[in-house]
């Protein structure tokens, strides 16, 4: 049987981690959580303050941020206020950690 991307199934920790590699997966986002590390919270405006990118590429951003689960954002109208979602931000720490404590060394490749 051929197998197809369709019939691969993969453990919800895997594609949970996959899920938080592709949202940090761009310098800008890198940027954002940054940023946000520093800070209870911020607003969009002062985002655009730090980030020279148009208003529509930064809310392109945290809304990947967001779907992720890394971040929450709140709307207070006209405001959307954005911080780190702590809970998942851990979850996403251990599962990395997890990941990069692989022993690759009996597994060598010597190309």
């Known amino acids: 049987m051929q197998r197809t991307k369709a019939n691969i199934s993969y453990l919800a920790e ?9 949202a940090l997966g761009h310098p800008t986002r890198i940027k954002i959580i940054k940023h946000l590390s520093s800070q209870t919270y911020c607003h969009t405006s002062q985002l655009l303050d730090f980030l020279p990118l148009a208003q529509s590429t930064v809310s392109q951003h945290l809304k990947e941020l967001k779907d992720a689960g890394l971040i929450n954002g709140e709307i207070n109208p006209p ?9 998942n931000w851990q979850k996403a720490k251990k599962l990395f950690c997890e990941f990069f404590d692989i022993d690759l060394m009996d597994n060598s490749c010597n190309i």
């Open 14 to 22: 895997t594609e949970e981690i996959a899920k938080f590699a592709k």
């Open 79 to 87: 405001k959307v206020k954005y911080c780190i979602n702590k809970e």
